[in-house]
């Protein structure tokens, strides 16, 4: 098949051929149909993650056709379309029981822990557990988005977030998970305050249904752009998400909460960058709750895919760019200096 390879950290993947994936026993290969570049995939091309074997094929959120199971696998055959989590989860460790399958203790992460997604097979491990079944009417550049920053933005603001109708939210960092959790807020009921360094980003978010938008400078301080944030939405932001990673972005999601109002971390803040500093003497005066997201277990999706296929959510309509496998290296490469407004997927 032909994939993506990394070679070296900061180096620009390059397309070659590469050997089949072998399914395993209990797993699927997925013929891939189309993957999203996603802000994590650049930390892994970064050298960021330093778990990441090389030489490695990144890429982790896609949609496609399995092509292969294993002789375990029980209720899926090829020729099914599907996506999956980035989480690949055991099925059995105690948080796999509880239904929390997103922070599964024995976990896999294709893209991460095994060759992922830019390539034109996938495999998925423990496929019952993990494979997610598409309906007809989501195509598979908006089904891209639905195992990484859709999905996380979804459970991060709904279920995480706890966002009640009316409520505001300010969403810092407007790529593609950003976005997602504007397009989902607004379905949700809630009033978006977007922030983001970028006017097109800001500009998809107002077309996504933001009510504010507060255009940031990289180099202004956190407490500066709280103070704007809190402005625009006057004084009553209930729930703030940090959807880029930065210490800047955490710290100004935290500075921008009324009291009693949630901080959801979603951005990656991967530890080789250092621990960041966080306002804990605003958490503590305003009663602040700091939550993580991390993704959506498999059996959670039926609710997303039901407002998707009711058209109350349109992934879709964040897609902004369609590039082939050959261009997807030097894409990586940039992201960290020119992220792409909106969702760039990739069709191999």
């Not at 007809?136 to 109708?165: K, N, S, W, Y």
């Not at 998970?177 to 977007?194: E, Q």
Request: aromatic share 4%.
């Amino acid at each position: 098949m032909r994939a993506l390879v990394l070679d070296r950290p900061g180096a620009v993947p390059q397309l070659r051929d590469v050997p089949d994936p072998v399914c395993p026993p209990d797993g699927a290969v997925v013929r891939v149909e189309a993957t999203g570049l996603c802000r994590s995939d650049w930390h892994v091309v970064a050298g960021h993650d330093a778990d990441v074997r090389l030489p490695h094929v990144p890429g982790h959120e896609f949609a496609g056709v399995v092509d292969a199971v294993g002789e375990r696998v029980a209720g899926w055959a090829p020729g099914r379309r599907v996506t999956a989590p980035f989480v690949n989860a055991c099925g059995r460790c105690r948080q796999c029981r509880a239904g929390q399958q997103q922070v599964c203790t024995d976990q896999l992460q294709p893209g991460f822990s095994s060759w992922g997604s830019f390539a034109e097979l996938v495999v998925v491990e423990r496929a019952e557990v993990n494979l997610v079944a598409l309906p007809d009417t989501v195509g598979a550049e908006a089904a891209a988005a639905l195992g990484c920053r859709f999905a996380t933005a979804f459970r991060a603001v709904i279920q995480v977030g706890r966002l009640t109708p009316g409520e505001w939210v300010a969403v810092h960092g407007c790529g593609g998970v950003g976005l997602s959790a504007v397009m989902v807020a607004v379905a949700a009921g809630g009033r978006v305050v977007a922030v983001d360094v970028r006017q097109e980003a800001l500009d998809l978010a107002g077309v996504a249904g933001a009510e504010q938008v507060v255009r940031t400078d990289p180099a202004e301080p956190a407490a500066a752009v709280a103070a704007r944030v809190r402005d625009a939405a006057h004084d009553r932001i209930g729930l703030s998400l940090d959807a880029l990673g930065s210490a800047s972005t955490c710290a100004a999601s935290l500075a921008c909460l009324a009291p009693r109002g949630r901080h959801v971390q979603v951005g990656l803040l991967p530890e080789v960058l250092g621990w960041p500093a966080v306002p804990m003497h605003l958490v503590i005066a305003g009663e602040l709750e700091i939550l993580g997201s991390h993704g959506m277990a498999a059996w959670r999706y039926p609710e997303l895919l039901g407002l998707v296929d009711a058209g109350r959510l349109r992934p879709g309509d964040l897609v902004t760019s369609r590039i082939g496998l050959d261009a997807v290296g030097a894409v990586l490469v940039a992201m960290g200096d020119a992220p792409p407004a909106g969702i760039t997927v990739a069709v191999p």
